[in-house]
Each structure stands twice: as structure tokens, then as C-alpha cells.
């Protein structure tokens, strides 16, 4: 009976190894197989969870982006409205400034100066009336572009010119007068005196508010921003 049972087994295994042989699939272990099932299934969940997390961090860092690149777009617009509407103020006292002596051209043909000194006045008349007319053109050009550093430039110099060659007239007709400026001028003095403290209020207001604007556009990362909307440093006056 134990040869029998031998034989049995001995020929059990010999079927088997010769069906491994043969090419015949091997029956899995069951335990095995369920074991292999369920780390795959543990992958394939750590796999869906880690892509859920990257694509909420991504979604929140792409809208921290996006809120942070309105606000500092929003921040530099403020910054140049608030330079313009400066520019805004120093424009309109400048044109005072031309008005003022628009008018003092013209009161001088009216008959009753024409007793006032005129020596060397003249030349200095035309020299302020072209300053004055070099102005104007030149506030033209910066009101279109009041934050163009060649528009600064040119309206700078048109200011100091126009400065200078007021200065050269007070200085021709006190020496015409004796040391005083005739009476005639007085009024246009006192005008141009309260213009001037206007004019230099307003000056430094627009440079105020175009230092501010530079440093807006000048920092990093607010910097690229600028770049990509082609927002360029102003000149101070």
C-alpha cells in the first residue's frame, strides 16, 4: 500500500513537471494573486491622489498669479493716472502763464504805453514772445505724452528759456527806467509772482507723483508687467 501511494505521488509529480514541460500554464496561488491586486489597486490610488494634489496646488498658485498680476497691474495704473492728472494741473498753470503775457503783449500797443521806455525793450519783447510761443508748442507735445522723457526734456528747457528771457525784459526796462521798471509793469510783476508759486506747487506735485510711478514700475516683479504693457519711467520737471 505505501509503494502504491508512493507511486502515486512520485507520478503526480512527474505529470506536473512534465506539464511545466509541456507549456501548460501554471495555476496561480490565490493568496499571491489577491496580494498583487491589491498593491496595484494602492498604486493606481496613490497615483489619482497625488495628481488631484498637483492639480489643486496648481490651480491655486496660477490664481494667486493671476490675482496678484491684476492688483500690480491695477497699482501702476493708478500710479500714472495720479502722474497725468498732476501733469493735468502744471499744464493748465503753465497755460496761464502764456496767457498772461498773450495779454501783456497786447496791452502794450495800446496808446497809453506809448511813452514807455524802449530801449533795447524791444529786442527783449521779441525774445520773450518767442520763448512764450516755444512754450506752448512744447506743452502741445508733452500733453500728448506727459510722461515721455523727450517731451520732459524740451518742455524743461522751453520753461527756462521762457524764464530767462522774462528776466531779460525786467532787466532792460529797469535799466531803460532808470533803475525801476515802469509802472506798466507792475501789474504783470505781481501776476507773474502768484503764477509762479502756482507753477512751481504744481511742479513739484507732477514730480512727486512721477518718482512714485518710477518706483512702481522700477520694482521686480511689478517691473515685468511694465515691460509687457510698454510702461516706460517718466522725467521729473
Not at 506727459?146 to 532792460?172: C, H, I, K, S
Request: proline share 4%; glycine share 8%; net charge positive.
Amino acid at each position: 500500500g505505501q509503494r502504491r501511494r508512493r507511486g502515486c505521488g512520485s507520478r503526480a509529480r512527474r505529470q506536473r513537471r512534465s506539464g511545466r514541460l509541456n507549456g501548460q500554464p501554471r495555476i496561480p496561488h490565490a493568496g499571491s494573486e489577491c496580494s498583487r491586486l491589491a498593491t496595484l489597486a494602492g498604486r493606481e490610488f496613490l497615483f489619482a491622489a497625488l495628481c488631484v494634489v498637483t492639480m489643486w496646488t496648481t490651480s491655486i498658485v496660477l490664481a494667486l498669479l493671476l490675482f496678484w498680476a491684476v492688483g500690480a497691474y491695477n497699482r501702476l495704473i493708478r500710479l500714472r493716472s495720479a502722474a497725468l492728472q498732476a501733469f493735468g494741473t502744471l499744464d493748465a498753470q503753465l497755460m496761464r502763464w502764456v496767457a498772461v503775457l498773450a495779454d501783456y503783449e497786447a496791452s502794450r500797443r495800446l496808446p497809453d504805453d506809448a511813452d514807455a521806455p524802449a530801449v533795447a525793450v524791444d529786442d527783449a519783447h521779441a525774445a520773450l514772445s518767442a520763448a512764450a510761443t516755444q512754450l506752448g508748442a512744447s506743452l502741445a507735445v508733452a500733453r500728448a505724452r506727459p510722461l515721455d522723457e523727450g517731451a520732459a526734456a524740451a518742455l524743461t528747457a522751453a520753461a527756462e528759456v521762457l524764464e530767462a528771457a522774462w528776466q531779460a525784459l525786467l532787466r532792460d526796462a529797469a535799466q531803460a527806467g532808470q533803475g525801476m521798471a515802469p509802472p506798466t509793469l507792475a501789474p504783470w510783476i505781481h501776476k507773474r509772482e502768484q503764477l509762479a508759486l502756482h507753477i512751481g506747487e504744481a511742479r513739484r506735485q507732477f514730480n512727486a507723483a512721477v518718482m512714485q510711478y518710477n518706483l512702481g514700475v522700477g520694482q521686480f516683479p511689478a517691473s515685468m508687467l511694465a515691460w509687457f504693457f510698454s510702461m516706460k519711467k517718466g522725467r521729473a520737471l
